[in-house]
């Protein structure tokens, strides 16, 4: 069943119209990571409007080539402005604007750009592999075990999240708490709705994504549209490493990609904690370190090696679980809901064709980003020097328009603003919004498989403890609040001192 499913996504990617959603997603996703401040999650966001009148596979191509591109994308204006594109391209900066200073930038994009193949073809390859056994393995999840998973992955989103896992876990709950709203899927009766109609069917999921990451963005930009920005002024040097210098950091890359795909598999993380762990091995494994933070080639491989290889690694969960890795990942699975696909492990089985038709888009992305990569390095540097303010506006005119249109109805446009508040608000008091969004996702998932798992074991809570698979996950996810808690944090903090006293006396 697996084959089939492989070779008929292959063949549905390289359809036509797929491979132009491809070239689109990839041409988009490069423009979009180079106008610093952005990020591949608002994009996303805001180009899920336009997927709606596209069938689901042509639409998720473009929106895989999008997120892989902008990772990319974000490495230009580290580069050249000293401002990574994206977080993901936050350790580029280290050695890759040093190189574009001295009149090597057109070097360091070509580095950039030949990681990031690399990066996003081992990836890929690592995805398609392990599909076909999660596939095998997911046949075995019911109700009970569905219920678990998103218990998980709202606890592991929550506490991994940088800063405090308390607020990590606040956000999740309220995510969960606004997916309650509209009609209960088991009673029909309307829940939270105030008794406004627009909310009976429940809280737009492409309003609330548009609001939460393009609106707070929107205002950033504003914010800093008065600061000037060093700028290399021109790209006059070779472009594509020789070939020996690109042998000679081919370990240095295929192991940051192995780094990026481990890292992308633990929900919570993202491309900006992969990137810097891999810079940190890159600087580990090398010969000379005083050369690292000065314009060290490997400096910018290796981040942008592994940030291209979160990609793969980060839909591993989202695809075997329905636990996205990310929260580009969780747009995805927005996308999915939208062409009317539940999230959850049967996407490799009921839904295997759509699902193998992503992983392969994810492969084929690669092509039209290293060619649109060769052909637009140049003219990028003109894109970095877009004001800021006029992207905030143009922002906010295509979040406008793209909540509007998705039920012309001015009551969405009111509640993506009110969510862009929200978004607003939650990045002022260093609050995660990602766990929010997992929270929003798994939200019917956990209620529909909590009601379901209920019925099976007769109104009865035990039911979970019977499964061994459910009570193993959440086993974990109690662990994963335990860890949250300030009593576990302080009792972390005294062994730490302790051990660090032990080797003094030592």
């Not at 997927?51 to 999008?66: E, I």
């Not at 490495?75 to 900066?93: E, M, N």
């Not at 607020?167 to 509209?182: D, E, F, R, W």
């Not at 698979?469 to 994963?480: P, Q, T």
């Amino acid at each position: 069943m697996e084959t089939s499913f492989v070779t008929t996504g292959l063949f549905n990617a390289l359809q036509p119209i797929n491979i132009l959603a491809i070239t689109a997603g990839t041409a988009i996703g490069i423009v979009v990571g180079s106008l610093p401040g952005l990020s591949a999650t608002m994009a996303l966001a805001l180009l899920l409007p336009l997927t709606f009148s596209m069938p689901a596979d042509t639409g998720l191509c473009m929106m895989a080539a999008l997120y892989l591109a902008a990772m990319y994308g974000g490495s230009i204006s580290a580069i050249i402005l000293r401002t990574p594109g994206t977080p993901a391209a936050a350790a580029t900066v280290m050695d890759g604007f040093p190189m574009g200073a001295r009149g090597e930038a057109g070097r360091a994009l070509g580095i950039s750009l030949s990681a990031s193949l690399v990066g996003g073809l081992v990836s890929g390859i690592a995805l398609l592999t392990a599909a076909p056994f999660l596939g095998q393995l997911v046949l075995l999840f019911g109700p009970v075990e569905l219920f678990a998973i998103a218990v998980l992955g709202i606890t592991m989103i929550g506490t991994l999240t940088k800063g405090s896992p308390i607020k990590g876990l606040l956000s999740g709950a309220l995510g969960l708490l606004l997916a309650m709203v509209g009609m209960d899927s088991t009673t029909g009766t309307a829940r939270f709705t105030a008794d406004n109609i627009n909310l009976f069917s429940g809280i737009p999921f492409t309003v609330a994504l548009i609001g939460l990451f393009s609106i707070p963005q929107a205002i950033a930009l504003a914010e800093q549209s008065t600061t000037g920005q060093q700028v290399t002024n021109q790209i006059s040097d070779r472009i594509l490493p020789r070939l020996r210098e690109f042998i000679g950091m081919l370990p240095n890359i295929l192991r940051s990609s192995v780094i990026g795909i481990v890292t992308g598999v633990i929900p919570g993380t993202g491309g900006d904690t992969a990137s810097w762990f891999a810079y940190n091995e890159a600087k580990r494994f090398a010969k000379d370190k005083s050369r690292f933070g000065k314009g060290d080639p490997a400096g910018v491989a290796a981040p942008e090696a592994a940030n291209n290889a979160v990609v793969g690694g980060a839909l591993i969960p989202t695809i075997a679980l329905g636990i996205p890795g990310s929260s580009s990942t969780a747009v995805l699975l927005g996308a999915l809901m939208v062409h009317g696909i539940l999230p959850g492990p049967t996407l490799l089985t009921e839904h295997g064709e759509i699902t193998y038709t992503l992983i392969w888009a994810v492969i084929l992305a690669n092509i039209p980003l290293f060619l649109i990569g060769l052909l637009m390095t140049r003219m990028c540097i003109y894109v970095t020097k877009v004001p800021k303010m006029v992207v905030a506006v143009v922002i906010v005119v295509l979040s406008i328009v793209g909540s509007l249109a998705i039920n012309n109805n001015m009551f969405d446009v009111w509640m993506m603003l009110g969510f862009g508040a929200v978004g607003y608000v939650f990045d002022r008091a260093g609050i995660p919004t990602a766990p929010l969004v997992i929270g929003l996702v798994l939200g019917s998932l956990l209620d529909s498989s909590l009601a379901q798992s209920l019925l099976i074991g007769f109104g009865s809570w035990s039911v979970f403890l019977k499964s061994p698979v459910a009570a193993v996950l959440l086993f974990i996810a109690l662990l994963s609040v335990l860890q949250a808690t300030p009593l576990f944090r302080m009792l972390g903090r005294k062994r730490v001192a302790k051990t660090q006293s032990s080797g003094v006396d030592a």
